[in-house]
């Protein structure tokens, strides 16, 4: 059976194109000729981010291998967004996309392995299983250990799907612990590092690299380059280009020799990009999927450049 990493990447070469788009939204990212069409109560602001999402996932999926899909902006809507969260994710796996859930859980015991139940392996009714988010990645917090990661990889194993550990987040604060030196010498990321490629190498597809996957912030160049040399068979989730203020040479780093080994995610550059200074001259706000599309390939020869020219 295909490792979920090897779609993945098969995905990227197919698009010749090493992103994902981050569908964040909230109500104030919405465009005016969304917004007006539905009632400003719960229900309706979540019908909306659904037309939102899909017009976004229309404009963008055969130029844009995966989506990331972060649960906290649908869960702040109540069970209506959940809904949403789950037709989104349905919707862009109709449209052949990878779809990464970032829930960022992390827990022990029975909590972990019923996290993992309902977004990687299946829930268990009198020894019928039913799948229930079915997504092909999720986001995992490995700060309480390996027993916390055990059962997602468990399931990663069972139903051939994949995780992105928490290993150094693009965030300006991460280096209050992330940063912390240990006493045989690593930061608290760098040890990450090293257990991530470790849970890894049980599950490494024909590329080299493993469904255990890691997240690494383009915003810290120096550590996703010497992640890069510590784990080489570790895949990254690299949050923070654009809006963040990652840039594509930087992010390059976390590349190999043969353009492989990270996709890149955007959220808002993208989803709002009718807002841009580059696009908003360009494109009416009733033309924001095509303005997305735009900003699109623009990131894609951009990052391109760059990794090809390593």
């Excluded at 599950?203 to 915003?219: E, F, P, Q």
Aim: glycine share 8%; aromatic share 10%; hydrophobic share 35%.
């Amino acid at each position: 059976m295909e490792k979920m990493i090897d779609r993945l990447i098969e995905k990227i070469k197919q698009t010749n194109n090493p992103t994902v788009i981050g569908l964040d939204p909230g109500y104030e990212k919405l465009p005016n000729c969304i917004k007006e069409k539905y009632p400003k109560d719960i229900e309706g602001v979540s019908r909306a981010i659904l037309e939102f999402n899909k017009a976004l996932i229309d404009a963008t999926y055969d130029i844009i291998p995966a989506v990331k899909v972060n649960i906290a902006f649908y869960e702040m809507f109540g069970i209506p967004g959940i809904k949403v969260f789950e037709e989104t994710c349905k919707y862009a796996k109709q449209k052949e996309m990878i779809v990464i859930a970032d829930i960022k859980r992390g827990d022990i015991g029975s909590t972990a392995q019923s996290y993992s139940n309902a977004f990687l392996g299946r829930t268990l009714i009198e020894n019928i299983e039913i799948p229930i988010f079915d997504v092909d990645f999720i986001t995992v917090n490995p700060y309480m250990g390996t027993d916390c990661v055990k059962p997602f990889i468990e399931d990663c194993k069972k139903y051939n799907k994949g995780i992105f550990v928490l290993v150094k987040t693009s965030n300006p604060s991460s280096g209050e612990l992330q940063d912390l030196k240990l006493e045989n010498g690593n930061e608290v990321y760098m040890q990450v590092a090293e257990l991530v490629e470790k849970w890894g190498e049980e599950l490494r597809g024909k590329y080299g690299y493993s469904d255990i996957a890691a997240v690494v912030g383009a915003t810290y160049p120096k550590q996703l380059e010497q992640i890069r040399v510590k784990a080489p068979h570790t895949y990254f989730l690299i949050p923070g280009y654009g809006a963040q203020g990652g840039k594509s040479e930087d992010i390059a780093l976390g590349f190999d020799s043969n353009g492989f080994g990270g996709i890149v995610n955007a959220s808002r550059s993208l989803m709002c990009a009718y807002k841009s200074d580059l696009w908003k001259d360009k494109y009416s706000e009733e033309d924001y999927a095509k303005a997305t599309r735009a900003e699109a390939l623009r990131m894609k020869e951009d990052l391109n450049q760059v990794i090809k020219n390593k």
